[in-house]
């Protein structure tokens, strides 16, 4: 039973300069593509009661919160579901976060990604760090507890100071998650064609994010995932769902699903899904060697690790003895615990993790 659902809300006013994610700013639009989404969300959701909800993007408060409740009562939810939407600091306002709160939204994700209003303009980014500073205050405000914030580090001229000056300042306006993305440059952004300089390497992005670690201990964040810290009870609990390998509906223009083994995409181009959004481009029926691979690529994400116990059981193997090459060479590089049941990745292997997943995957 599928008890998980996403939205992809594709539209942005401008690009920002290091995204490659499929969006587009073309708001005329947004008309036409609501339509387009209510009818693949009245299609192919089988009316089972949610437990998380989560509305992304591209920039979902381009929607109108009227159109936002028109999406939302599609849905049947559980009374304590979480339900997330994706903010940019830019537009909101009181009344926006007090309109979300009273249809039922009840945790936000605000795209900061700095505080530094240099960099900021350099990115691309629409606002500025007052305006970042004043959705968090309207967010709380307007009764939401759990806010969440998105960085990234290693950004053109950004410094150890700068990243560690961001987070600090996050945590003292009370927000109760933080997500840290180190700065990729990938074909289809801005910086793929237009390089910037004064980004940082790999050893420098590596030594901000363990500066990073330590300073979410220090103020009793939890480290849960590879790129995500919570206060205690304010994990996502919709990503928890993408990491624990549950199943999921993915409604909108390229957004993918995972419905009873068969993992799926919808088209990336807007006019091709606006004219017929039941059309999937991508079908795939997973193996069972899929997915114990899956399992094991995204349980060591976790920072609980891989219940070694639970796979044994679901896939009838011996994991140590399956994998105990690749267990013996990372447990003696100190990139790898192997603690009674648990198999999870040190801090250190976190740095490396890429190339530990690859060979789990070999």
């Given at each position: 039973?599928?008890?998980?659902?996403?939205?992809?809300?594709?539209?942005?006013?401008s690009?920002?300069?290091?995204?490659s994610f499929?969006s587009?700013?073309?708001?005329e639009?947004?008309e036409?593509?609501l339509?387009?989404?209510?009818?693949e969300?009245?299609?192919k959701?089988?009316n089972?009661?949610?437990?998380t909800?989560?509305?992304?993007?591209?920039?979902p408060?381009?929607?109108?919160?009227?159109e936002?409740?028109?999406?939302l009562?599609?849905?049947d939810?559980?009374?304590?579901?979480?339900?997330?939407i994706?903010?940019?600091?830019?537009?909101?306002?009181?009344?926006?976060f007090?309109g979300?709160?009273?249809i039922?939204?009840?945790r936000v994700s605000?795209?900061?990604q700095?505080?530094?209003d240099d960099?900021?303009?350099?990115?691309?980014?629409?606002?500025n760090?007052?305006q970042?500073?004043?959705a968090?205050a309207?967010?709380?405000?307007?009764?939401?507890?759990?806010?969440?914030?998105?960085?990234?580090?290693?950004?053109?001229?950004?410094?150890?100071?700068?990243?560690?000056?961001?987070?600090?300042?996050?945590?003292?306006?009370?927000?109760?998650?933080?997500?840290l993305?180190?700065?990729k440059?990938?074909?289809g952004?801005?910086?793929?064609?237009h390089?910037p300089?004064?980004?940082?390497?790999?050893?420098?992005?590596?030594?901000?994010?363990?500066?990073a670690?330590?300073?979410?201990?220090?103020?009793?964040?939890?480290h849960?995932?590879?790129?995500?810290?919570?206060?205690?009870?304010?994990?996502?609990?919709?990503?928890?769902?993408y990491?624990?390998?549950?199943s999921?509906?993915?409604?909108?223009?390229?957004?993918h699903?995972y419905?009873?083994?068969?993992?799926?995409a919808?088209?990336?181009?807007?006019?091709?899904?606006i004219k017929?959004?039941?059309?999937?481009?991508?079908?795939h029926k997973i193996t069972?060697?899929e997915?114990?691979e899956?399992?094991?690529?995204?349980?060591?994400?976790?920072s609980?690790g891989l219940?070694?116990?639970?796979?044994?059981?679901?896939?009838?193997?011996?994991?140590?003895?399956?994998y105990?090459?690749?267990?013996?060479?990372y447990?003696k590089?100190g990139?790898?615990?192997?603690?009674?049941?648990?198999?999870?990745?040190?801090?250190?292997?976190?740095?490396?993790?890429?190339?530990?997943?690859?060979?789990?995957?070999?």
């Amino acid at each position: 039973m599928v008890k998980n659902a996403y939205i992809h809300i594709p539209f942005c006013k401008s690009k920002c300069k290091y995204c490659s994610f499929i969006s587009y700013p073309k708001l005329e639009l947004k008309e036409q593509y609501l339509k387009a989404l209510k009818l693949e969300i009245t299609s192919k959701y089988r009316n089972e009661k949610l437990n998380t909800l989560y509305i992304g993007g591209g920039t979902p408060s381009t929607l109108t919160v009227n159109e936002i409740e028109q999406l939302l009562c599609l849905f049947d939810t559980e009374k304590d579901a979480e339900i997330t939407i994706e903010l940019n600091p830019e537009t909101m306002s009181f009344e926006y976060f007090r309109g979300l709160k009273d249809i039922g939204i009840n945790r936000v994700s605000l795209g900061c990604q700095t505080f530094n209003d240099d960099i900021l303009k350099r990115i691309g980014r629409r606002h500025n760090s007052q305006q970042a500073i004043d959705a968090v205050a309207y967010a709380k405000d307007a009764g939401f507890k759990n806010i969440s914030m998105d960085f990234i580090y290693g950004l053109p001229n950004q410094t150890l100071q700068d990243f560690s000056s961001d987070l600090n300042k996050a945590i003292s306006l009370g927000v109760t998650h933080i997500s840290l993305y180190g700065l990729k440059i990938d074909e289809g952004c801005y910086f793929y064609e237009h390089r910037p300089e004064n980004i940082a390497n790999d050893d420098i992005q590596a030594d901000m994010y363990l500066n990073a670690c330590k300073i979410m201990k220090e103020n009793d964040f939890l480290h849960y995932e590879i790129s995500n810290f919570a206060k205690k009870g304010c994990e996502s609990r919709h990503n928890l769902n993408y990491w624990y390998n549950n199943s999921y509906y993915g409604f909108g223009v390229a957004a993918h699903g995972y419905i009873e083994g068969v993992r799926y995409a919808n088209k990336n181009e807007l006019g091709d899904y606006i004219k017929n959004p039941l059309i999937c481009a991508d079908e795939h029926k997973i193996t069972q060697r899929e997915m114990l691979e899956e399992e094991i690529f995204l349980g060591l994400r976790k920072s609980k690790g891989l219940d070694i116990s639970a796979i044994n059981r679901k896939f009838g193997i011996d994991f140590k003895e399956k994998y105990s090459n690749v267990i013996d060479k990372y447990q003696k590089s100190g990139y790898l615990n192997f603690d009674g049941n648990i198999c999870n990745l040190t801090e250190s292997g976190i740095l490396v993790s890429n190339v530990i997943l690859v060979d789990f995957l070999d």
